[in-house]
Each structure stands twice: as C-alpha cells, then as structure tokens.
C-alpha cells in the first residue's frame, strides 16, 4: 500500500529565506510524486512532479524537490522565500487499490512567509 | 483555453435539500475524481470513475451520488442522507502519467 507523511503541519519562514517543505512516503514500487499548491479558495496546481526520471526536479515558480529512494523522502525547497509562496502545500504519491489509479495526498503544510 | 471548470463557485442549501455540483473538463481525459476538503485537512476521495458510464465508490461516498453519461462532464449530488454536507469540494481529471488537473472548486454551505 502507499502512503505519504507530511512532516510538518506548520511551517513559517521570513521573506528571502530559505523553505523546506518536507515529506516522506511509502510505495510498495517505484511511485510517481507530486507536489501541489492550494491557495485559499482555490484548486491545487501542480507545483512539480517525479516520474523516475532525473532525481532532481525543478517546478515553478523556484520550487524543486529531489526524490531519494534511500530516505523515502520527496520534500520540497525554494531558495527564497515569497510573500506570494504563502499557501498550502500538498505532497502526493501515485497509487493503485481497488483496480484503479489513484493519488494518496498527505494532510498539508501550512507555509507561512512574513515580511 | 483546455481546463476543468465547476459551479457554482459557492452554494447555499437548506437541510434536507439535494444539491448537484457541476464538473466539466475539456482535457480530453478518461478519469475523473472528486474530493472533499475540510478546514485544514487534506483530500479525501468520494467517487471516481474511469471511463464513461462507470464509477466506484471512494472512501467517503456515503450519502453522495454521481453519474457520468458524458467523457466530459462527472457532477457529484449532495443527497440529505449526508451527515455534514458542509465543505470545499474538487473535482479532478488524470491523465496516462497520474497528472491530476484539478477545477477551482465548489463551497457548499448547508444551514
């Protein structure tokens, strides 16, 4: 079964510092991951996506998040922070149960970004 | 402009009221899910179906329905029998790489 953890359910940083968004998964083979942002009110928008290819994944908007097999971790980073970064942040694993595909998503982190 | 849409942006309903959620995508894409989200919670499924004339139940449908007569349209019913119909719900289409392309959502408001 897959599952995904998202370390922190709150996360504040100051303006041009750096983010770590982090979490970790579990998938009985090799998964597709995902990052998604969700502003308030809004749908999610895909921030970046591994797929086995290059570890190292760049988004938009500065983020990447590197895939690391050893650690089962995916977590998310931005050099520096934004005023407009401020949302919630999901991580999600590909999955398939019940003969379908699906996506298991973590709970969320809150980033928070002051001035 | 390809792209999932969904209305009405807000919904107001009485207690004990059906309601209908529209959901329509022009992505060209066989599955579609939708979700319900409560404040500070992540997503949790409610139906999904693969292909037209076809759907299954997620892991909270109790209380909802669904029908997908069209590729291009998946709308969810709120039916009285939920418990707590309040919430933010999203509908998403996938393509073949487990892409989800999700629509601004729809927040229902039950009084």
């Known amino acids: 079964a897959q599952s995904v953890t998202q370390l922190d359910s709150h996360v504040s940083v100051s303006e041009g510092t750096p983010v770590l968004l982090r979490c970790n998964y579990s998938?009985?083979?090799?998964?597709?991951l995902f990052w998604y942002v969700q502003h308030p009110n809004k749908g999610l928008q895909l921030l970046l996506k591994?797929?086995?290819?290059?570890?190292l994944v760049k988004g938009i908007n500065g983020f990447e998040a590197e895939f690391k097999k050893s650690e089962t971790s995916f977590h998310l980073t931005k050099p520096s922070a934004h005023m407009s970064d401020a949302a919630e942040y999901f991580c999600?694993?590909?999955?398939?149960?019940?003969?379908?595909?699906?996506?298991?998503f973590g709970a969320g982190t809150r980033l928070a970004v002051h001035p | 402009d390809g792209g999932i849409t969904q209305s009405p942006k807000y919904l107001f309903r009485k207690e004990g009221q059906n309601v209908t959620l529209s959901c329509e995508q022009n992505l060209n894409h066989d599955a579609m899910y939708w979700y319900r989200q409560d404040p500070g919670q992540g997503l949790r499924l409610i139906y999904y179906s693969q292909i037209v004339n076809d759907f299954q139940k997620g892991d909270i449908a109790e209380g909802y329905s669904v029908s997908r007569e069209k590729k291009e349209s998946f709308p969810l019913t709120v039916t009285s029998a939920q418990k707590n119909p309040t919430a933010f719900y999203l509908c998403?289409?996938?393509?073949?790489?487990?892409?989800?392309?999700f629509g601004p959502g729809t927040r229902l408001t039950v009084t």
């Open positions: 998403a289409s996938m393509d073949r790489l487990y892409e989800q392309y």
């Open positions: 998938s009985s083979y090799s998964p597709s």
């Open positions: 591994y797929t086995s290819a290059a570890t």
């Open positions: 999600v694993v590909s999955g398939r149960g019940g003969g379908y595909n699906k996506l298991i």
